[in-house]
């Protein structure tokens, strides 16, 4: 399948002149795209309407969907990959006319009152006194949620492999035991060092890329089952990855719908 690059400049926060409050943009893209690093004079509500996307800010690695949104600040420089197919949006949020809700990046989920503001704002026509109590709600709903899927990738040398291998074949079946053998070290090293670079297990993390994975493939088209079976998911992961990658609570649009 072909694939697109797409460069955009990097920007210091406010470094453009964005006199708006709130402004919206959606596309269906229709190649695999990536995006090389940039970012943006304002602030930016990334999320989907359809199919699953990655963020990526140095090391850290963030999953978006239809449920679980990011929020990036302005001038944060990030890159980011969509499969085709993937309906994504974007709200920009002024840099001087609102605040920004994190200093960092930060999942936001998407909850059916915030998706429906901020639909409500694309409606042509939409009169700037409604307009403005419309900004306002987004602006009072809008908050980090404690939901994420994100991973720390580790880069020290000793760590480096596991991670690579992981990550291109989350279903590698190695355990923590088996890599300490084939790096030459105990497995306490490997447990110290994965609890240093990520702030998690080693059990954990690679839970978590199976389940970023997993919601790759379940916006592609697998199924359930299938996904399970070639992830390794344990019973948990396999009940959390397919509600992280639909709309939240029943929303009953298609995947196939388009705009």
Same mark, same amino acid.
């Given at each position: ?79 980011? &990959? ?82 690579? !291998? ?14 300490? &053998? ?24 690679? !839970? ?52």
């Amino acid at each position: 399948m072909t694939r697109e690059t797409r460069s955009l400049p990097a920007h210091a926060p406010g470094a453009v002149d964005t006199p708006f409050v709130i402004k919206g943009y959606d596309e269906v893209v229709t190649h695999d795209t990536l995006w090389d690093a940039h970012s943006h004079p304002f602030h930016e509500l990334l999320w989907n309407e359809r199919g699953a996307s990655s963020a990526v800010v140095g090391e850290r690695v963030w999953t978006i969907t239809p449920a679980l949104g990011l929020w990036m600040p302005a001038g944060t420089l990030h890159s980011g &990959s969509a499969a085709a197919g993937t309906w994504f949006r974007a709200s920009f949020f002024g840099f001087r006319t609102t605040s920004s809700i994190s200093d960092t990046p930060v999942a936001v989920e998407i909850t059916p009152l915030l998706r429906l503001l901020l639909e409500r704002l694309g409606e042509p026509g939409l009169a700037a006194s409604s307009r403005a109590a419309t900004e306002a709600l987004v602006l009072d709903v809008l908050a980090p949620s404690p939901r994420e899927l994100l991973v720390q990738v580790p880069t020290s040398g000793l760590l480096r492999p596991i991670a690579d !291998a992981v990550r291109e074949d989350p279903g590698d079946r190695r355990t923590l035991a088996d890599w300490a &053998s084939e790096l030459g070290v105990s497995t306490r090293t490997v447990t110290r060092a994965f609890s240093a670079e990520t702030g998690t297990s080693f059990v954990r993390w690679v !839970a978590t890329v199976r389940a970023q994975h997993a919601i790759g493939l379940l916006t592609r088209g697998w199924d359930v089952e299938s996904v399970v079976q070639y992830e390794g998911l344990e019973p948990a992961r396999r009940e959390h990855a397919p509600d992280a990658a639909r709309p939240p609570y029943g929303r009953r649009r298609e995947w196939s719908d388009r705009p």
